[in-house]
């Protein structure tokens, strides 16, 4: 596609339940990371994938949050039992390898998620 | 641990004025990335600049340029004649060039108003 795309828009969900956003990077673009923006941390890194290489999960902050990239393309972030805390904005980038735009990151427009 | 810091929480500034964003960092490698980000209400991060660290000559974009100075951990972004269109959120970023993981460390945020 054009951009990343991220769906659904906007998400409400009761606590306790699980919720999965999902992600489409832009067509060739090798490397994929989520990132969550909230009014009181601003913006955190939570997991990148990079081709056929070990995800770097070092910033999901609990064993509630998951994400996995099916075939090199689309991720699905999913989180487990959410609490009111999950509530925030969850961005997803992509970038590609090499050549003169490698290392920029090109952003999705989120998913809100509301947990009431 | 990099970290990026944002002083200014809001700034505004009038229609085809300039305007300077404040951005400072801290880190002890001696290659990296830095970055401006965007993001209008739509909440879709856009690009604004992208500065290479082993590059003396600071980067410009047509109205926006960085006045990076790698000494000090500084770079700013100067906005000249500003557009309505300007208003947003601006983020800087930084991020490794080596060692792994490629995810940005994002500052804090300013918010920008543009006054007609």
């Known amino acids: 596609g054009a951009g990343v795309s991220q769906s659904p828009s906007n998400k409400v969900t009761e606590k306790g339940k699980d919720v999965e956003l999902r992600c489409d990077p832009i067509?060739?673009?090798?490397?994929l990371y989520w990132y969550r923006q909230s009014l009181g941390q601003g913006l955190e890194f939570l997991i990148y994938?990079?081709?056929?290489?070990?995800?770097?999960k070092s910033g999901l902050p609990s064993d509630r949050f998951s994400a996995e990239r099916t075939g090199g393309s689309v991720s699905t972030l999913t989180i487990q039992r959410t609490q009111q805390e999950d509530s925030a904005v969850y961005l997803c980038?992509?970038?590609?390898?090499?050549?003169?735009?490698?290392?920029?990151?090109?952003f999705g427009a989120g998913t809100r998620l509301s947990v009431l | 641990a990099q970290t990026v810091t944002q002083s200014q929480p809001e700034m505004s500034v009038q229609e085809a004025e300039t305007v300077t964003l404040s951005c400072t960092y801290d880190?002890?490698?001696?290659?990296?990335?830095l970055f401006w980000y965007k993001q209008p209400p739509s909440r879709q991060m856009i690009l604004v600049i992208r500065?290479?660290?082993?590059?003396?000559q600071n980067a410009t974009e047509n109205r926006f340029s960085v006045n990076f100075q790698k000494a000090a951990k500084s770079f700013s972004l100067k906005i000249s004649d500003s557009q309505l269109g300007d208003a947003a959120m601006y983020f800087c970023?930084?991020?490794?060039?080596?060692?792994?993981?490629?995810?940005?460390?994002f500052g804090k945020g300013t918010k920008l108003t543009v006054n007609p």
């Open positions: 994938f990079q081709g056929n290489s070990a995800p770097d």
């Open positions: 880190t002890s490698e001696s290659d990296y990335y």
């Open positions: 980038a992509s970038s590609r390898f090499g050549g003169r735009f490698t290392n920029i990151q090109y």
């Open positions: 970023a930084y991020r490794a060039s080596q060692g792994g993981s490629e995810k940005l460390v």
């Open positions: 500065q290479e660290a082993y590059k003396q």
């Open positions: 067509s060739g673009h090798t490397a």
